[in-house]
């Protein structure tokens, strides 16, 4: 039973460009949250997918968006990148309309130049 | 964003000591407390929850602590092991409510052989 897949694993940007970041959910969950993770925090909450919606979205600038296909996988778009999104970005996904049984991806680092 | 505070930022234990991580939250609408455990190059992995209808959880070594009047929330590793440095973070959250989950800043905790 695979887990959270994500890919790519790194990925180098230069400023201003755009990126697109895949995760597949663990078998049986259908819901999808994606985190951005800065070097020495806390993961911090972009937003979650539920059937194919946007459902809830944290404190992210509209460059941040994202998509869920039928399939359950989902991606996290981020438009004119700035340094600061240098993060490790985590999908976790989860038991349909909860939290409970919260499986994270190992991630992908993404450095902007 | 952050409503979730965690201390210590480091920790230092010798093997077969106790690691004690606390963590205090603000919202009294959570209802569910994981602790994840990572290790670098990894995303968060869900070590041992708790909700607030009990005060104690124990799984192995790892124990939570709940004490729901205070707003506080512990995590106690009892033997510490060196395959036990990683880093903890606290979380809490709103169950069956597709709300996000706040983490703390995180622990690296390292386990002196």
């Known amino acids: 039973d695979a887990g959270v897949t994500q890919s790519p694993t790194h990925l180098i940007k230069t400023r201003g460009q755009q990126v697109t970041l895949r995760c597949s959910p663990k078998?049986?969950?259908?819901?999808v949250s994606w985190y951005q993770q800065a070097l020495g925090q806390g993961p911090q909450f972009i937003f979650q997918?539920?059937?194919?919606?946007?459902?809830q979205r944290g404190n992210f600038p509209d460059r941040f968006s994202g998509h869920q296909f039928p399939n359950y996988s989902s991606e996290l778009n981020v438009n004119a990148l700035l340094l600061g999104d240098s993060a490790l970005y985590l999908c976790a996904s989860s038991l349909p309309g909860t939290v409970y049984g919260y499986t994270f991806g190992s991630g992908t680092r993404l450095t902007v130049v | 964003q952050q409503q979730v505070k965690q201390s210590p930022q480091s920790l230092i234990v010798q093997k077969g000591g106790i690691s004690i991580i606390n963590c205090a939250y603000e919202?009294?609408?959570?209802?569910?407390f994981p602790w994840y455990q990572q290790f670098p190059g990894k995303g968060p992995a869900l070590l041992i929850a708790?909700?607030?209808?009990?005060s104690e959880k124990k799984e192995g070594r790892f124990t939570i602590s709940f004490n729901k009047s205070a707003k506080q929330f512990s995590l106690h590793i009892m033997d510490s092991q060196p395959g036990d440095s990683a880093t903890y973070f606290c979380a809490a959250s709103m169950s069956n409510n597709n709300n996000d989950m706040r983490f703390g800043a995180g622990t690296r905790l390292t386990v002196k052989p």
């Open positions: 708790i909700r607030p209808d009990v």
């Open positions: 078998s049986g969950h259908d819901t």
């Open positions: 997918y539920y059937e194919e919606e946007e459902r």
């Open positions: 919202n009294t609408a959570f209802d569910y």
